[in-house]
T-cell receptor, first 113, second 114 residues
């Protein structure tokens, strides 16, 4: 079942602005990940944050995790046209004897020059 | 390092035919995952496999769909007697093992059922 839900569904900003996307989930997790998907392509892993971490940075990306609210946010600073893509959060859910990631429906980001 | 290879990239089938989608995981990865993505939707988990074992198939439809990951060769997602509702992009991902699974995705196979 889908665990994460991203918000907003779509976001349009201009180059140079910051983009913030949110993700809410329902059950306890071990970690939360963010992925990016360009149109017609596969997903690419961006960043992983563990349940005992509150914030993580990678280049222009900043991810926060609030386990008490079961939510995460992805901030892209100083956005570029090349950041245009769909962004998905993914949470792990224990299954039988392994872990499968569950993805939300994504936020579609459009960055205009 | 070729990454996760999926083929075919595009597949067209008529209703009632069979579709076979293949996935070769990244070198060194022994875990394979299949996901389905409908237009404007997120990825829905279908099945998680290790070599010769299905670990979790809770996302697989009960009928017509099957998956395998043999000792030798790629993982296969097989859809029998396809219907129009099976039209979607099917993505394969792989990971080196359990735990904090960072998935490496293939480019996807786009199935169109006429």
């Amino acid at each position: 079942s889908q665990q994460g839900e991203e918000d907003p569904q779509a976001l349009s900003i201009q180059e140079g602005e910051n983009a913030t996307m949110n993700c809410s989930y329902k059950t306890s997790i071990n970690n939360l990940q963010w992925y990016r998907q360009n149109s017609g392509r596969g997903l690419v892993h961006l960043i992983l944050i563990r349940s005992n971490e509150r914030e993580k940075h990678s280049g222009r990306l900043r991810v926060t995790l609030d386990t008490s609210k079961k939510s995460s946010s992805l901030l892209i600073t100083a956005s570029r046209a090349a950041d245009t893509a769909s962004y998905f959060c993914a949470t792990d859910a224990h299954s039988n004897s392994g872990y499968a990631l569950n993805f939300g429906k994504g936020t579609s980001l459009l960055v205009t020059p | 390092n070729a990454g996760v290879m999926q083929n075919p990239r595009h597949l067209v089938r008529r209703r009632g035919q069979e579709a076979r989608l293949r996935c070769s995981p990244m070198k060194g990865h022994s875990h394979v995952y299949w996901y389905r993505q409908l237009p404007e939707e997120g990825l829905k988990f279908m099945v998680y496999l290790q070599k010769e074992n299905i670990i979790d198939e809770s996302g697989m439809p009960k009928e017509r769909f099957s998956a395998e990951f043999p000792k030798e060769g790629p993982s296969i997602l097989r859809i029998q007697q396809v219907v129009r509702g099976d039209s979607a992009a099917y993505f394969c991902a792989s990971s080196p093992g359990e735990g904090a699974n960072v998935l490496t995705f293939g480019a996807g196979s786009r199935l169109t059922v006429l």
